[in-house]
């Protein structure tokens, strides 16, 4: 994530969400969740524009890398091997859609520290759970990352109609590594980190609060009724999304249908409470380079709050 | 409470919140907490209109009674003694700004449930804990209830005066017995049972949720600054308001001052997270027989919003 | 508390316990809980021999003070003023078990911190809530205390007896400000701090291990039938016995009777779970100048074990 | 598993544990967790003798069960297929340590119950995590296990030596999926269900007490170091034992080297609190038609309550 104070970025993610300093040099921080062994998970770059830098996702070899560069030349997408400090083999695409992404193969070890509970703060995080990116083309999208080897457990849809509104993919065997909603992009809408408990989504708002960020909570507490995650947004001083949340479940077995969710079903973004703010629903960050398009799929202005849930 | 459905409410009060069913008849349903040893701490009353009837508490003893009597007559203020089943020597009462009270100083004892876990359901509300009420003068009401011995804990006030604009009053040690807050009334805005923790909030939600009435949360999850009070709001059938909460704090020695919020501090309100609805500020229960005012204290039109916490 | 190295017990109550530290002299430590705005509820001070020096309670003003100056002259009982920092009109006295008590009617107020939720540590202790105490007469214990207005809320006593081994007295309003226990006293066996919720325990015992004091733990987490208390029991570095709890339950109607517990019935000490470990049972706090008599009722050796509850 | 009373057993998992049935006939009642779409996750059989009938384990497709035959041909391994009603394509065999296993490729599905948490009992039970056995040669089953594509995330090692006294090995990405420890096997020591929190423990333990099976809590809650799982675990009416647990962690990445602990470290054990009952470390489930063996490391008898941390 490019952010524009970086020690300002920095605290926010140490102190109000709770993640581990793993190294920082004048012009980057490596953080990374309690009990990953990885080096870093997020990384901020001091930069003039906040933006999304990129989205990195992991590959188990250096062989990985290498299919995959096979299949982006096979199919005529851009890409390139670039050199990143911690990390092993490295390759930058963009998919489709414009979304900037990093496969890497190998990461520097760091200890865990899932078991230093003296040192845990706010929501204790432990570790980078999936990234959500806003899109003009769910549809796409969709194609292209279940094509590369993604698998769809739950998705929206529009009554009456096969259109794709938002589709949550995964591959480490939860609901989701990455999802798709529709709406002006490519932008980052957020990424998740996972929490032990629903008390640390709690006591993560109460630290929010304590230290004066208590109006960057833009939706939760709550429950989406997709994935069954209870969730906490927070936005960070340039305001980039970072979600705190629980609870997804296990998806494995391929016997088992993806859930089919009406895109006008308020209980889809909450089975209760409140809906999302404005700001949740149409604020998101930028990639670099990259116009932001219109999305193909538009909802009548006359029932968009209806749509979103709001009421 | 006056309800118009007694079964759907009983329904409500006992699965979606998780009180226990002490006792029902055709037209009336006695319920209580899990720890309470008393009879009743919510009673429902079959009725064509919706209503909150009375507010009750506890007195210590029949002297206590008797003593209120004499100060109700020595004042002028109406009162009678009632027959309540299950109840002992009963005083009702309506104080300076119309809200109809209700003494008792005996309850028939019913064995406490909190030990048979393998029953609780939703939030596990442990015991009633405190109301309140919307008020037109809030400072009348409080100087009658703070003349009658509570303490008052909190309060919040206006910048540069000394109107007062909510009032939290406690008589058993903790923050609020009774809450009186400034706006159209008198009008029960809500009643309140203690739960044991945090994840007992998010359970009642996910409860209240898959029972159906998510929609039925008007604010919250979240936390008062005022209190500390963990907060869930849900509306019953009737719209009634009920507040599951925990974590506010002993208030019992009498060197401590009251705290002050200034009532244009939105963390009186909530140290973190979205604002409460419209609903959860404008809507409350009114009482049988009892008009409602205006309130005395008025605030800008064009800053209500702020006033309120709502952006 | 007398302790043997002071910075290494400031270090455990701030650290592993989470409590907070108001002021430190050469030899003394103030300390508090997160809502207190009392000036301390644990004093340490600098030892040669660990020993629990006194047991404090509040009283409401100077005029109670005087009230029990005057009860202990006509009772003979030895008593006297003292002079302590921070605290008001303060009296020492012995209880007819041996028992070293101050009663205080007024404290410096230092601000509740409840609300730094950004400062919490372990289990986030909110207050002091009582004591616990080893006595040879449990009876004697109960008769004076029950005499001076406390309110039994629960006991112990042997089938087909009348013999107490175990009483719990309250004046707050929940279960217990005072505990006096059958075995060789007068030692105190512990105090103890309430914590918001189950998961403060689970998280205090985690960064007690963290820190490496895990087998300090010499019970729990467990549920006591008794009180309903979630409990966890921490020794300190000179083997004092602090618990941390929560869940006890409201005590106030005077009609509710007190619960009884057969001795032998081991739901009584768990409701769950494996026993105590026997230097929870065994161990405890000398008193100064103060012999440690033998109990009056004693176990039949041969079933000790049943009546410990440890199997 | 092989049970002496279904009924009797059935209310306990579904009571007591938690967990849903999808399905009963006169000798067999099928469970699974709340979240899991799979016909059965715990089979309860009725039989004259309590036993582990065997330990199931998910693969993805009938070309996995192919590949799995051939293999045991190759490797002179008994095997067969065997019928199992709601199974797919199912495989039977015993590995080299006697323990008899069932592969299975596909599984009737039933609908997740994640989001009925007004149906929700004890500690929520999710989905089966793993299973622990304990063999008279750790070597050798981990040998053969991780031969068949599992990964070592941890284990225990005796210092100065080779020696394994403990493997915990994983395919599903976190810390196992199955377990060898030391001992007189094979023996089934428990299957394990993942919670959603620490409160679900606690809350699962509660209710145990509450139905009057709190002497069946034979360790915890308490947390290993092994795999930072908070843990309780419950034996049931044959005395067959389930853990409840949570907080493994993701283990993923393939340059992440395994834990090693010293079979002596009791932390590995017990980062905190009460060492386990001799119940849980010596007594475990039997499986049909398989002697028990001695196992082949034996820990010096004056120190055996050091390794196992028994104090």
Redesign the interface.
């Known amino acids: 994530m490019a952010v524009t104070d970086l020690a300002k970025s920095r605290d926010f993610y140490r102190?109000a969400v709770g993640l581990v300093v793993t190294e920082e040099t004048d012009d980057t921080v490596y953080m990374r969740g309690l009990?990953e062994?990885?080096h870093h998970s997020l990384v901020l770059e001091q930069s003039d524009t906040a933006q999304a830098r990129r989205v990195g996702l992991?590959v188990?070899?250096d062989d990985d890398i290498r299919l995959a560069e096979k299949f982006f030349s096979d199919n005529n997408i851009e890409h390139q091997r670039v050199e990143r400090a911690y990390q092993g083999a490295t390759l930058q695409f963009r998919d489709p859609v414009g979304t900037l992404m990093e496969l890497t193969s190998?990461?520097a070890?760091a200890p865990?520290r899932?078991?230093?509970?003296?040192?845990?703060?706010?929501g204790a995080p432990?570790?980078i759970d999936h990234f959500q990116v806003v899109t003009y083309d769910v549809r796409k999208a969709t194609d292209f990352w279940t094509g590369l080897g993604m698998r769809m457990s739950e998705y929206t849809a529009e009554d009456g109609t096969d259109e794709l509104w938002g589709s949550w993919m995964e591959i480490?065997?939860n609901t989701h590594d990455l999802v798709f909603t529709n709406g002006r992009g490519p932008r980052l809408h957020h990424f998740a980190f996972a929490v032990?408990?629903?008390?640390s989504l709690?006591?993560a708002?109460?630290?929010?609060?304590?230290?004066g960020?208590?109006?960057e909570?833009?939706?939760?507490?709550g429950?989406h009724?997709i994935s069954?995650a209870?969730f906490l947004y927070l936005r960070d001083p340039d305001q980039h999304r970072v979600e705190l949340f629980?609870?997804h479940?296990?998806f494995?077995?391929?016997?088992?249908?993806p859930i089919r969710w009406d895109v006008t079903d308020?209980?889809r973004a909450?089975?209760?409470?409140?809906p999302a703010?404005r700001r949740w629903f149409f604020e998101a960050s930028e990639f670099p380079d990259e116009p932001v398009r219109e999305p193909l799929l538009t909802a009548n202005p006359d029932t968009l709050e209806d749509y979103l849930g709001i009421?």
Do not use: C
């Open positions: 102190d009990e062994a990885a992991r188990r070899s190998e990461m070890v865990r899932m078991q230093r509970y003296d040192e845990f703060k706010s432990q570790r480490k065997g032990p408990d629903a008390t709690i006591h708002a109460d630290v929010v609060g304590a230290l960020f208590g109006n909570i833009d939706r939760g507490p429950r009724g069954n209870l629980n609870t479940y296990q494995i077995d391929l016997e088992t249908p308020p209980r909450q089975l209760w409470g409140m703010s009421h």
